[in-house]
């Protein structure tokens, strides 16, 4: 008798963490997704590499900060694409992970296609929630005009 009853608080215990997991789960796939939507517009209208640096994580600007002229020329190739002429949203979710060393980890992963004024594009765009706040870690942008 006292085994069915470990048995079935670690039944209801697993079945409470499983549904906050999944409420919670859809709670980051909604602000991500929101987020993305949000941004790569105002990133790629203009191509704008300050809008890149104003949302990219501590990692992201570590990295543009070591390479600025790599980052500059980026800009410089993804220009080549023009204006925006219509974004079809992402698609994409958010994951959590539980490292030992840093805990928690939120993080998100989506793809968006585009029409530029020059061509199409594929946009791939990974994200870290830090402090409770979306972040770039990743923005890469891939189009059949790059191969002329």
Not at 23 to 46: E, R
Request: charged residues 15%.
């Amino acid at each position: 008798m006292v085994f069915g009853i470990i048995f079935l608080v670690l039944i209801v215990a697993i079945v409470g963490f499983a549904g906050f997991a999944a409420y919670a789960g859809a709670g980051l796939d909604k602000s991500s997704k929101a987020y993305v939507d949000q941004t790569i517009p105002i990133i790629v209208s203009n191509w704008s590499k300050d809008e890149v640096v104003k949302r990219a994580s501590p990692q992201l600007k570590q990295i543009i900060s070591e390479h600025p002229q790599e980052f500059q020329q980026l800009f410089d190739k993804l220009s080549r694409l023009g204006a925006l002429q219509h974004y079809d949203g992402a698609k994409g979710q958010a994951t959590v992970f539980f490292d030992s060393k840093q805990g928690k980890i939120i993080s998100a992963k989506y793809v968006a296609d585009a029409s530029f004024a020059h061509g199409q594009a594929h946009i791939a765009i990974n994200l870290i929630q830090l402090a409770g706040h979306w972040q770039l870690l990743l923005f890469h942008v891939n189009s059949p005009l790059f191969l002329q």
